[in-house]
């Protein structure tokens, strides 16, 4: 109280007749539920106890879309001792109610959340569902499914979607919640999202252990939560809340893409997972965060996409014995699959101008194992694969391989400038030598001895089928390669003569120079496997290695010597023995 002059002024939180009716319906509900709660036994010994359940769980609903905060929190409050209070017998009364239960959740969950984004915008005073309220009603589900999971269908699974999704898109456009949603560190998730994870890891472990028809349902909730990685909720830009847009959801979307690659290692050789092509869905969720890279609101995300992905692949390849990737995954999974490669490796993004150098060879590392892991899944067995996806690795090795793919067009190659020393060299590298291991024939360790440099191919283990496949596709990359980079090469080193270019690219040059050496070699030891395409190539390159004679470089010049060297046996194609 407050006494001024004569007028004495009084507060009180029930002083209108609004408020008076919300804390009548707060008590009234809430007294009702806990008469069923506590003599549920009694209720149920009379005949009209269904017609009074319903009767309650149509006032629990009408109640929780009310437009107070107080009135709406406690018919969820209601609901959810109901449910925990059934626990502890389930089964002891009809299904029936427990399906009526499920039926106003879902009820509850989806007009609670209709919502016009156009209207938000243009009033001051928005009525919205509190981040308290959408938690709660996600709280409530996973102990309501105890009852309902015998007869939970794939309907019913996506009526949970629905509803998650719905909840997951409440807009939090005001700083009133803001010590309820910002409760814990940068790293933890938002109340709504771990009951969210929640309600998924129940339907989980069900389809896991009892009915495996909804894995597929599962797997599309998970990619569209995944989607959280990249595309902010509806709503997000009015939130004045710092740090919750897009920080927080962006952490729950990779926690979803790790649940997803966990789901699908152990469900892969499910038939269910099989039939509906779960692998392609996975595939083209992840190369979405991949292909953005850089610009990913987290830096976190595309690694984790990254990890998901080559996952999925290696998971996908396991154990198939006899029967071919081509088989397990349609043509147009390893469609998908070259595209996200390429889109990750070579992005349209570039790194932020803040990036240490020491993090950029962290990236580089990361795109190298990925060529180790081409290297190892796929090219040491490309029979398992279709000829089309084999095709587009190579293509990937020879667009890795060229040191110039990285600069910009306006880059002075007279000075080792900035934007220069952004190029991938170890990437490059190993690029161009995957592509020299798989394009030899046999071993000649004669004049492997004679280029340190170049990568031992005596751990190969390709079997002849496989070895004839593989190595016509590098073949014909490489050939190709070696001729972009010395036709490049000799125009540059004229276009800034007197100027010597970047040591960066005397050694790249050196080093094309030596492995043409030991590929012609290679190609001379078992001539009836070359097709004439191949010496057409060959022949092709010799002026371009006549114009490098210009070169003022002593380690170019010695190299060369050696490829040129190669030609003596080349003045016309060898013909087969008869």
């Known amino acids: 109280t407050e006494k001024n002059s004569d007028n004495l002024l009084i507060h009180h939180s029930r002083n209108t007749e609004k408020k008076q009716w919300?804390?009548?319906?707060?008590?009234?509900?809430?007294?009702v539920a806990r008469v069923f709660v506590t003599k549920r036994q009694l209720l149920a010994a009379l005949g009209d106890f269904p017609k009074a359940w319903r009767l309650l769980l149509e006032h629990i609903e009408k109640?929780?879309?009310?437009?107070?905060?107080e009135v709406s929190l406690a018919?969820?409050?209601?609901?959810h001792e109901m449910v925990v209070t059934g626990e502890d017998t389930p089964g002891d009364v009809d299904s029936t109610k427990w399906n009526a239960a499920w039926k106003s959740w879902v009820s509850i969950g989806k007009k609670s959340t209709v919502i016009n984004i156009e209207a938000l915008k243009?009033?001051?005073?928005?009525?919205?569902?509190?981040?308290?309220?959408?938690?709660?009603l996600a709280h409530i589900f996973p102990l309501l499914f105890t009852h309902i999971k015998a007869e939970f269908e794939e309907e019913d699974l996506e009526s949970l979607t629905s509803v998650v999704l719905s909840l997951i898109h409440v807009p939090v456009i005001t700083d009133s919640e803001l010590g309820y949603i910002l409760a814990g560190n940068d790293d933890s998730l938002l109340p709504l999202h771990q009951s969210v994870i929640k309600c998924i890891s129940v339907i989980e472990s069900h389809a896991l252990t009892a009915k495996q028809s909804l894995l597929p349902g599962v797997f599309r909730l998970y990619e569209k939560l995944c989607s959280l990685v990249h595309t902010l909720p509806l709503g997000s830009e009015l939130c004045q809340v710092k740090g919750l847009y897009p920080n927080k959801f962006v952490l729950t979307g990779e926690r979803m893409l790790l649940a997803m690659g966990r789901l699908y290692e152990k469900t892969y050789n499910l038939q269910v997972v099989v039939d509906k092509n779960v692998m392609l869905d996975i595939v083209n969720c992840v190369r979405i965060p991949m292909k953005k890279k850089y610009s990913c609101a987290r830096q976190s995300s595309w690694r984790i996409a990254k990890e998901v992905f080559l996952s999925v692949i290696s998971t996908a390849l396991c154990g198939e014995g006899e029967e071919s990737a081509e088989k397990k995954a349609s043509a147009k999974v390893w469609n998908v699959v070259?595209?996200?490669l390429d889109s990750f490796l070579f992005s349209?993004?570039?790194p932020p101008q803040d990036r240490t150098p020491e993090e950029l060879k962290e990236d580089e590392l990361i795109d190298c194992d990925i060529i180790e892991f081409l290297k190892e899944k796929v090219l040491l067995q490309p029979s398992l694969f279709p000829h089309e996806f084999?095709?587009?690795i190579m293509v990937i090795l020879n667009k890795g391989s060229i040191h110039s793919a990285s600069q910009t067009k306006n880059s002075d190659l007279n000075q080792n400038i900035d934007s220069y020393l952004t190029i991938r060299e170890d990437f490059a590298r190993i690029c161009f030598e995957t592509l020299l291991q798989f394009s030899l024939l046999e071993n000649d360790d004669e004049q492997m001895n004679g280029n340190h440099d170049l990568m031992s191919i005596s751990n190969l283990s390709l079997k002849g089928e496989d070895e004839k496949i593989t190595n016509k596709l590098a073949v014909t990359s490489l050939l190709y390669r070696f001729k972009e980079v010395l036709k490049k090469y000799v125009a540059d080193e004229q276009l800034h003569h007197p100027v010597p270019l970047?040591?960066?690219?005397?050694?790249?040059?050196?080093?094309v120079l030596k492995a043409i050496a030991t590929l012609i070699s290679s190609l001379k030891k078992t001539p009836t496997e070359v097709d004439r395409r191949t010496w057409v190539q060959l022949f092709d390159l010799y002026p371009e290695l006549v114009a490098a004679t210009a070169s003022r470089a002593p380690s170019v010049a010695a190299s060369l010597k050696q490829a040129l060297l190669q030609y003596g046996d080349l003045l016309q194609p060898p013909s087969a023995p008869n």
């Open 502 to 511: 970047p040591a960066q690219r005397v050694s790249e040059m050196a080093f």
């Open 338 to 340: 070259s595209d996200a």
């Open 75 to 79: 018919a969820l409050k209601s609901f």
């Open 63 to 69: 109640l929780s879309l009310a437009s107070t905060a």
């Open 348 to 350: 349209e993004f570039k």
């Open 22 to 31: 919300a804390e009548t319906q707060v008590l009234t509900i809430s007294g």
């Open 390 to 392: 084999l095709l587009s």
């Open 122 to 136: 243009s009033t001051t005073d928005p009525v919205l569902p509190s981040q308290a309220f959408v938690t709660a």
